[in-house]
């Protein structure tokens, strides 16, 4: 037999093995499955699949493995991405793998080359083949075209002689190199077709476009997935496409032109984003855009999978880390997942590969399971964090952030209108009183135009609750003569000017920063966006190397890096934070946060910590009276070196603050959370002859509420400065019922989560339910189903004969909870549906009759709704409006999956309520044997 019949009969082992259990689960449900339509068994995804990963920037896993991870972990993301999917292989059928370059990220360094090259010998010593490609931090000249004069330290590691023996030992087919291994092609087999790996150096020249292209005709109707360094670039709101100049020369000069070309992988630009493009052939060309370099640890182990789905013509994306599970507890942070599921990192679309290669999909193929959700489970093995991460939402209004005690001063530029900043041009400092300025152009030594700064509230950071920046424009250092540069500042002796930032206390600085389009490295590197004045020298700071630079400044080096420097206030030492590479255009919240209990100075970038931080170091030495300045450096107290983009709000704060407290988090309106309150009596039963006519309550002072019925809202007010609220409806509730209600907390343009709630009134006096009503005899005189089951599911409860047509009460404890009033039918039932808000755990159900009598209660458990759980998701990529909540855009995003149902609303699915302990313990035992035959799956690639 061979290893892949061999895989295929282990395949069909596990599809019989999981039918069976879910059968087995499902007989032994028996009268649990009392809803209104009994689910229809799951049929087993049979299909022919296979996972294609691709490596992201790996740069910094490389730069810092003999520094940071080795002596910390043994290893290194990089080498545990390897292993990964080494040890996976067959389990997940990935016959190839593809890196995107940036193998390294200081090419001169040796060290780095040595563990980039360690980490890649993890897969051929394996057995998987795979395709790599030169990044810009991987030649000696990024802005040049491909050349081998460029590429030597990468040749030596990864050059065509490497390339030919990592085929030869892995068993894969090496079409040909070009320029000595920057660009190559692979032939690899999966699921019955050849396929090809075509990968394209940084920057590639021009005879490289003629090398593939005849590569491609060599091979005609071949599936090729092409990778590069940068394709598509991501857009300044950090999620949608948007157009790079080489990547659109590739286009047109190879991708369009050749209709077997259905798939593109970069990196290189940070985030993730994807686009489709139509071809010469009217077919489509999906363009997917990884790259993790700015989260945690240097990318946090992120790498992507493709599955490509033959038996249902499509492609699932997911991004996976295998490196979140091996840091230890006290390193990771707090967007820490194995499994990210943003809008563009956990995704499908369709593709026809049967209609764009004239292929029939092989029925004997179709032995294989859900791959994507089978890694997930993998990757996920032994995680015990919460994942829950740093849920990124827009501003509502200028004032939806987190307002801290102790702010020296916040410069804001959304009040400001815009246009070109003069002399005449205030900044206001909205805590304090340390306003910024613009000199007079003529007191200046600059050559200076009085348009070179301009406030807009056109190009502002997405996070930011400002809705304005300065930006300064044509910046440029001059080898002769003063900088061209322009800047505003406080004035001399501002309060702000004197802040004592000590190493008792600690302190922070925002910021949200964007480089110009046009900044270069020649005309703006070791630029200032942030400075505090004074000479280093004249205050006593121990820094012989920049002896007249400000006392501290966050800037950009000449590698467009992040640069923050200061100096400890007790010993007088310096001390230098440094970010990663930062692109052009696009917007960072940038922190400097001195931690006087960890000892620390960690600068963050979109809410996560860099790799070379500071420690042993503590407050800012400064020189009193001497101005902060946004848009340039000092030297000797006189400005250079001028910002070439803009600068967003900006705060400094006297102690060390938590990232849950910087200028990107929201303000919590939530309606279940601990900002918001409703004091009207939604607990008891109102007389008959009742009129609701307002809603009373407590918010956030600035907020408003709003309160819906049937989906249509029916009174609004504002919440006052002392936190509370009144809505006066539009008309008044009357009449004995319940009415369903839905409470809204916002600010501007942003909701909070809704809170449900039912307001009964009776039909005769009003009566108030209370916890001592539910005596232990009447326990289990009424049937709540389903239990367990899930907030907003509707329950059909069965309570004792001979109240059939009277009016049933339902409410939750333990805090009485209205859950609405209904007839009881012939059948002895009565039916509600339960709020969305409900609390999961354990809770009471009490059904009453219409004098208050109670008529018997039952114990239930409300539970998490299947697929309920945080999303992670960067910062770079916005969070849309959850569907289902008020105010909350109900249409689909094109490509993404859809979210989980819960349970007693799902068809095929098995609901919580349906599986008895005996049916679980089954599908547990068949879950065990399922996981040992797939251990002993073999190797399962095509022959």
């Given at each position: 037999?061979?290893?892949?019949?061999?895989?295929?009969?282990?395949?069909?082992?596990?599809?019989?093995?999981?039918?069976?259990?879910?059968?087995?689960?499902?007989?032994?449900?028996?009268?649990?499955?009392?809803?209104?339509?009994?689910?229809?068994?799951?049929?087993?995804?049979?299909?022919?699949?296979?996972?294609?990963p691709v490596i992201p920037d790996t740069q910094f896993y490389s730069r810092y493995s003999a520094s940071q991870f080795y002596p910390k972990y043994g290893t290194n993301p990089f080498e545990v991405q390897t292993k990964?999917?080494?040890?996976?292989?067959?389990?997940?059928?990935?016959?190839?793998?593809?890196?995107?370059?940036?193998?390294?990220?200081?090419?001169?360094?040796?060290?780095?080359?040595?563990?980039?090259?360690?980490?890649?010998?993890?897969?051929?010593?394996?057995?998987?083949?795979?395709?790599?490609?030169?990044?810009?931090?991987?030649?000696?000249?990024?802005?040049?075209?491909?050349?081998?004069?460029?590429?030597?330290?990468?040749?030596?590691?990864?050059?065509?002689?490497?390339?030919?023996?990592?085929?030869?030992?892995?068993?894969?087919?090496?079409?040909?190199?070009?320029?000595?291994?920057?660009?190559?092609?692979?032939?690899?087999?999966?699921?019955?077709?050849?396929?090809?790996?075509?990968?394209?150096?940084?920057?590639?020249?021009?005879?490289?476009?003629?090398?593939?292209?005849?590569?491609?005709?060599?091979?005609?109707?071949?599936?090729?997935?092409?990778?590069?360094?940068?394709?598509?670039?991501?857009?300044?709101?950090?999620?949608?496409?948007?157009?790079?100049?080489?990547?659109?020369?590739?286009?047109?000069?190879?991708?369009?032109?050749?209709?077997?070309?259905?798939?593109?992988?970069?990196?290189?630009?940070?985030?993730?984003?994807?686009?489709?493009?139509?071809?010469?052939?009217?077919?489509?060309?999906?363009?997917?855009?990884?790259?993790?370099?700015?989260?945690?640890?240097?990318?946090?182990?992120?790498?992507?999978?493709?599955?490509?789905?033959?038996?249902?013509?499509?492609?699932?994306?997911?991004?996976?880390?295998?490196?979140?599970?091996?840091?230890?507890?006290?390193?990771?942070?707090?967007?820490?997942?194995?499994?990210?599921?943003?809008?563009?990192?956990?995704?499908?679309?369709?593709?026809?590969?049967?209609?764009?290669?004239?292929?029939?999909?092989?029925?004997?193929?179709?032995?294989?399971?859900?791959?994507?959700?089978?890694?997930?489970?993998?990757?996920?093995?032994?995680?015990?964090?919460?994942?829950?991460?740093?849920?990124?939402?827009?501003?509502?209004?200028?004032?939806?952030?987190?307002?801290?005690?102790?702010?020296?001063?916040?410069?804001?530029?959304?009040?400001?209108?815009?246009?070109?900043?003069?002399?005449?041009?205030?900044?206001?400092?909205?805590?304090?009183?340390?306003?910024?300025?613009?000199?007079?152009?003529?007191?200046?030594?600059?050559?200076?135009?009085?348009?070179?700064?301009?406030?807009?509230?056109?190009?502002?950071?997405?996070?930011?609750?400002?809705?304005?920046?300065?930006?300064?424009?044509?910046?440029?250092?001059?080898?002769?003569?003063?900088?061209?540069?322009?800047?505003?500042?406080?004035?001399?002796?501002?309060?702000?000017?004197?802040?004592?930032?000590?190493?008792?206390?600690?302190?922070?600085?925002?910021?949200?920063?964007?480089?110009?389009?046009?900044?270069?490295?020649?005309?703006?590197?070791?630029?200032?966006?942030?400075?505090?004045?004074?000479?280093?020298?004249?205050?006593?700071?121990?820094?012989?190397?920049?002896?007249?630079?400000?006392?501290?400044?966050?800037?950009?080096?000449?590698?467009?890096?992040?640069?923050?420097?200061?100096?400890?206030?007790?010993?007088?030492?310096?001390?230098?934070?440094?970010?990663?590479?930062?692109?052009?255009?696009?917007?960072?919240?940038?922190?400097?946060?001195?931690?006087?209990?960890?000892?620390?100075?960690?600068?963050?970038?979109?809410?996560?910590?860099?790799?070379?931080?500071?420690?042993?170091?503590?407050?800012?030495?400064?020189?009193?009276?001497?101005?902060?300045?946004?848009?340039?450096?000092?030297?000797?107290?006189?400005?250079?070196?001028?910002?070439?983009?803009?600068?967003?709000?900006?705060?400094?704060?006297?102690?060390?603050?938590?990232?849950?407290?910087?200028?990107?988090?929201r303000l919590d309106i939530d309606a279940t959370g601990p900002n918001f309150e409703v004091t009207t009596d939604l607990g008891g039963v109102y007389p008959s002859d009742a009129s609701i006519t307002t809603f009373t309550?407590?918010?956030?002072?600035?907020?408003?509420?709003?309160?819906?019925?049937?989906?249509?809202?029916?009174?609004?007010?504002?919440?006052?400065?002392?936190?509370?609220?009144?809505?006066?409806?539009?008309?008044?509730?009357?009449?004995?019922?319940?009415?369903?209600?839905?409470?809204?907390?916002?600010?501007?343009?942003?909701?909070?989560?809704?809170?449900?709630?039912?307001?009964?009134?009776?039909?005769?006096?009003?009566?108030?339910?209370?916890?001592?009503?539910?005596?232990?005899?009447?326990?289990?005189?009424?049937?709540?189903?389903?239990?367990?089951?899930?907030?907003?599911?509707?329950?059909?409860?069965?309570?004792?004969?001979?109240?059939?047509?009277?009016?049933?009460?339902?409410?939750?404890?333990?805090?009485?909870?209205?859950?609405?009033?209904?007839?009881?039918?012939?059948?002895?039932?009565?039916?509600?549906?339960?709020?969305?808000?409900?609390?999961?755990?354990?809770?009471?159900?009490?059904?009453?009759?219409?004098?208050?009598?109670?008529?018997?209660?039952?114990?239930?458990?409300?539970?998490?709704?299947?697929?309920?759980?945080?999303?992670?998701?960067?910062?770079?990529?916005?969070?849309?409006?959850?569907?289902?909540?008020?105010?909350?855009?109900?249409?689909?995003?094109?490509?993404?999956?859809?979210?989980?149902?819960?349970?007693?609303?799902?068809?095929?699915?098995?609901?919580?309520?349906?599986?008895?302990?005996?049916?679980?313990?089954?599908?547990?035992?068949?879950?065990?044997?399922?996981?040992?035959?797939?251990?002993?799956?073999?190797?399962?690639?095509?022959?």
């Open positions: 037999m061979t290893s892949h019949s061999r895989s295929r009969t282990l395949r069909r082992a596990l599809a019989a093995s999981i039918s069976t259990a879910v059968a087995l689960g499902l007989a032994t449900a028996g009268a649990g499955l009392a809803t209104a339509a009994t689910p229809e068994t799951p049929q087993v995804d049979q299909r022919s699949s296979f996972v294609l990964w999917i080494v040890e996976n292989q067959d389990e997940l059928n990935m016959p190839f793998a593809v890196h995107v370059g940036d193998v390294v990220d200081q090419q001169g360094v040796t060290g780095e080359w040595e563990a980039a090259d360690k980490a890649m010998d993890i897969l051929t010593a394996g057995d998987v083949p795979y395709s790599v490609i030169p990044g810009n931090h991987d030649v000696s000249d990024m802005n040049a075209r491909s050349s081998t004069g460029i590429s030597a330290n990468y040749r030596a590691r990864f050059g065509a002689t490497a390339m030919a023996a990592q085929a030869s030992k892995t068993g894969s087919t090496l079409l040909g190199t070009f320029q000595d291994g920057l660009s190559s092609a692979y032939l690899f087999e999966a699921e019955g077709h050849t396929w090809m790996s075509l990968a394209i150096a940084w920057n590639a020249s021009d005879d490289t476009f003629a090398w593939a292209q005849g590569i491609l005709n060599q091979h005609k109707n071949v599936p090729v997935v092409l990778s590069s360094h940068a394709i598509i670039n991501i857009a300044e709101d950090q999620a949608s496409p948007a157009p790079w100049w080489w990547g659109d020369l590739l286009w047109d000069t190879l991708i369009r032109k050749n209709d077997q070309i259905m798939l593109t992988v970069n990196g290189h630009f940070h985030g993730s984003t994807q686009q489709t493009r139509t071809n010469d052939f009217g077919h489509p060309v999906h363009q997917i855009l990884t790259d993790y370099q700015m989260a945690a640890d240097g990318g946090n182990g992120i790498m992507t999978l493709f599955e490509f789905d033959l038996t249902n013509q499509r492609i699932d994306v997911e991004s996976v880390s295998p490196w979140v599970t091996v840091k230890d507890a006290d390193s990771r942070a707090s967007s820490d997942t194995p499994v990210l599921t943003g809008p563009n990192q956990s995704f499908s679309f369709a593709f026809d590969f049967d209609g764009r290669f004239g292929w029939k999909t092989d029925a004997t193929q179709e032995d294989g399971a859900d791959l994507s959700e089978l890694a997930k489970t993998i990757v996920s093995k032994g995680w015990v964090g919460d994942g829950a991460g740093d849920v990124r939402a827009a501003a509502g209004a200028a004032n939806d952030y987190v307002k801290v005690d102790g702010t020296v001063a916040h410069w804001r530029f959304g009040g400001v209108p815009e246009g070109v900043v003069d002399e005449t041009t205030v900044i206001p400092d909205i805590a304090g009183s340390s306003p910024m300025y613009r000199n007079a152009i003529d007191t200046t030594d600059s050559p200076e135009k009085l348009e070179d700064v301009n406030v807009t509230h056109a190009n502002a950071a997405h996070y930011s609750a400002d809705a304005g920046a300065v930006c300064f424009t044509d910046a440029t250092r001059n080898t002769t003569g003063p900088d061209r540069l322009s800047y505003i500042t406080t004035e001399y002796g501002a309060p702000a000017t004197f802040a004592d930032l000590d190493a008792a206390d600690g302190y922070t600085i925002e910021t949200f920063l964007q480089l110009d389009a046009e900044w270069t490295e020649t005309a703006n590197r070791w630029s200032a966006a942030l400075t505090r004045g004074g000479s280093r020298e004249w205050a006593g700071i121990n820094d012989s190397s920049d002896a007249g630079a400000g006392v501290s400044w966050l800037g950009i080096s000449n590698l467009r890096e992040y640069q923050y420097s200061a100096a400890d206030s007790d010993s007088g030492n310096s001390y230098t934070l440094w970010s990663g590479e930062i692109m052009q255009s696009a917007w960072h919240h940038v922190a400097i946060v001195n931690n006087p209990v960890a000892d620390t100075a960690i600068m963050y970038v979109d809410g996560v910590p860099v790799l070379r931080n500071a420690s042993k170091v503590g407050g800012m030495m400064a020189s009193d009276f001497m101005p902060w300045i946004i848009g340039a450096s000092t030297w000797d107290s006189e400005v250079e070196h001028g910002w070439n983009g803009c600068v967003g709000e900006t705060r400094i704060v006297d102690h060390a603050l938590a990232s849950s407290q910087f200028l990107y988090n309550g407590k918010g956030l002072a600035g907020a408003s509420v709003r309160v819906e019925r049937e989906g249509a809202i029916v009174g609004r007010a504002d919440v006052a400065a002392d936190g509370s609220w009144t809505v006066r409806l539009d008309a008044p509730l009357t009449g004995s019922g319940s009415y369903g209600l839905t409470f809204v907390q916002s600010i501007g343009t942003r909701d909070g989560s809704a809170r449900q709630a039912v307001l009964v009134i009776g039909e005769s006096s009003a009566w108030t339910p209370s916890d001592a009503d539910l005596l232990a005899s009447l326990e289990g005189d009424v049937t709540v189903t389903p239990n367990p089951f899930t907030a907003g599911d509707a329950l059909t409860i069965t309570v004792p004969a001979g109240y059939e047509g009277q009016t049933g009460y339902v409410f939750a404890f333990s805090t009485p909870t209205a859950l609405g009033a209904a007839r009881i039918g012939a059948d002895s039932t009565v039916r509600v549906v339960t709020p969305s808000s409900l609390p999961t755990g354990e809770h009471r159900i009490a059904v009453y009759s219409s004098t208050g009598a109670v008529l018997g209660w039952q114990r239930v458990s409300v539970v998490a709704a299947v697929g309920d759980g945080p999303v992670v998701t960067p910062i770079g990529d916005p969070i849309a409006a959850v569907p289902g909540t008020p105010g909350a855009n109900q249409t689909g995003t094109a490509g993404t999956r859809p979210a989980a149902v819960s349970p007693s609303a799902a068809v095929g699915v098995l609901a919580y309520t349906g599986v008895s302990i005996f049916g679980t313990l089954l599908v547990a035992a068949a879950a065990l044997i399922i996981g040992g035959i797939l251990r002993a799956r073999g190797t399962r690639r095509a022959h």
